[in-house]
């Protein structure tokens, strides 16, 4: 870009732009999303980029919107298209009246991502062009503690969530050259799980709270602000360990599920976790009854 070191404040983030990337600074007041203040800072080089928008937003803003390359981020790879966009960290809300200001940046980062490749070969990322959060990252789940330490990620189990499944098989370690990928699931969904995906045709369970490879999110555990950092980083730990998928291999295969009836004791403490989610209006009505049936007929 023509003007290295130009900045442009938004609301909850700032974005640097630099003569080959863009540093997006974001804020760490008590409005601003946790993911943000869990990131802190990201530098975007140009090349991961693939266009740039600005819109109209709400409430008398507009939104400047860096979209990147799909394969750049480990983080939006994670994500998988999961994120609300209050979350996402490539949206810069402004107020409407930047809105002159904001288009002639959007110009310049547009004329700076034409002379990295024209629109026209911008494919898909080989590699990650944008860093993953550092390690040593750790958070709770509803059945665990998930550690990573850069080379290994390591799952112990709670007593009072995880499935006797996951008690018989022990807590577990993973090098990260075991692994080909990893799944993520929302917390703010029900049934959100990050699960680790192994090389070979190892058979994994295809619920995430029988999988000892898989921790389970409920209320207030794995929240996005640390579960997705926690998956980025593997992500891009097992790409670099590796060789990756090809990305047009389509989607990831769904692990086959194991014959037999679930256990009993699992699917009421299933139950119980759904009746919170319930009690706390984070479930609707015919949701809770919907999947209590669902439960209950594995039995």
Known sequence: MKHMGDVLAGIHATWEFESDSV??????????????????ERRVPHEALA??????????TVVLHAVPRPGADPL???????????????RLVLPAERETLAEYYADELRAAITSTAPPDEREPAD???VDPPPAPLH?????????????KVSFRWFWTGASSAKWKA??????????CGVQWRSPEVFDGYLRLLRRGDQEQPAQADRDPAAVVFGLGYGPVHESLPFAAAVLAAV????PAPALDSGPVPVPVMASGRRDPAD????????????EAGLVTDDEFSAKKAELLAEL
């Open 76 to 90: 939006m790879e994670a994500a998988a298209g999961q994120l609300k966009d209050t979350c996402d960290p490539y």
């Open 170 to 179: 022990g807590d577990q370690r993973f090098a990260v050259t075991e692994l």
């Open 139 to 151: 958070f709770k789940a509803y059945d665990g503690k998930a550690s990573f330490d850069g080379s």
């Open 239 to 242: 790409r670099t360990s590796g």
């Open 127 to 129: 590699r990650y062009l």
């Open 51 to 60: 266009s740039v928008t600005l819109t109209p937003g709400r409430r008398g």
């Open 23 to 40: 540093l997006i600074r974001f804020e760490r007041g008590i409005r601003t999303p946790k993911l943000f203040q869990a990131l802190r």
């Open 267 to 278: 699917i009421a403490e299933r139950i119980r976790h759904l009746g919170e989610l319930h």
